[in-house]
């Protein structure tokens, strides 16, 4: 596609329930970044894949939330047990390769969870 | 530690004026430099970037942004604000050398509002 795509766009979910987010990045990107973006505390970088590997998951803030990417492309976040801390603006990013490529970002998908 | 300070949370201008975004950064060697613009319900686009050569980058919307090493700042600078700059401005760091991790670290936001 044109662009790094993300669906849902919007996610209205209950306290408790798992939600999953898509991200499709642009063709032949190999880098792909989580970010979560909420009221105060800016972007923040959750999880990184090259290729279909994450080597890096630190970033992730619970165990409840993990990633994977099939096939070098599609990749999803998804959020076990969600809570209200949660609720954000979930953006995903790709690139070319890793480090000092530029980054493109995907309008993101807001998570609402009441 | 790795970290990106963007010290005005909010700045007002007139439409007209000239506006500077500060952006100071802590990284162990030189970066790579960003500054991205969101606008509401919008993702983020690249306004420029800083990658070696000339300190002095341009960018797109008319923005240029100095990077200067001795005081690790990256200022975002444009001359004239219109009303359409009325956004959200980010500053961010990425690793320039090699390395298992590329992923961009952020200052927490401008937000710039423009007067008529």
């Known amino acids: 596609g044109a662009g790094v795509s993300q669906s849902p766009s919007n996610k209205v979910t209950e306290k408790g329930k798992d939600v999953e987010l898509r991200c499709d990045p642009i063709s032949g990107h190999t880098a792909l970044y989580w970010y979560r973006q909420s009221l105060g505390q800016g972007l923040e970088f959750l999880i990184y894949?090259?290729?279909?590997?994450?080597?890096?998951k630190s970033g992730l803030p619970s165990d409840r939330f993990s990633a994977e990417r099939t096939g070098g492309s599609v990749s999803t976040l998804t959020i076990q047990r969600t809570q209200q801390e949660d609720s954000a603006v979930y953006l995903c990013?790709?690139?070319?390769?890793?480090?000092?490529?530029?980054?493109?970002f995907g309008p993101g998908t807001r998570l609402t969870v009441t | 530690a790795q970290s990106v300070t963007q010290p005005d949370i909010h700045i007002t201008v007139s439409e007209g004026a000239s506006l500077e975004l500060r952006c100071n950064y802590s990284?162990?060697?030189?970066?790579?430099l960003f500054w991205y613009v969101q606008s509401p319900g919008q993702g983020l686009q690249l306004l420029l970037k800083?990658?070696?050569?000339?300190?002095l980058v341009q960018g797109i919307k008319g923005f240029e942004a100095e990077f200067k090493r001795s005081q690790s700042s990256f200022n975002l600078r444009k001359p004239s604000v219109h009303w359409s700059d009325a956004a959200e401005y980010f500053c961010a760091v990425g690793p320039s050398g090699g390395g298992s991790q590329g992923n961009l670290i952020f200052g927490k936001g401008t937000k710039l509002s423009v007067k008529p």
């Open positions: 990284y162990g060697a030189t970066p790579y």
């Open positions: 990013a790709s690139s070319l390769s890793w480090a000092g490529a530029f980054q493109y």
């Open positions: 894949f090259q290729g279909n590997s994450a080597p890096d």
């Open positions: 800083y990658f070696s050569g000339d300190t």
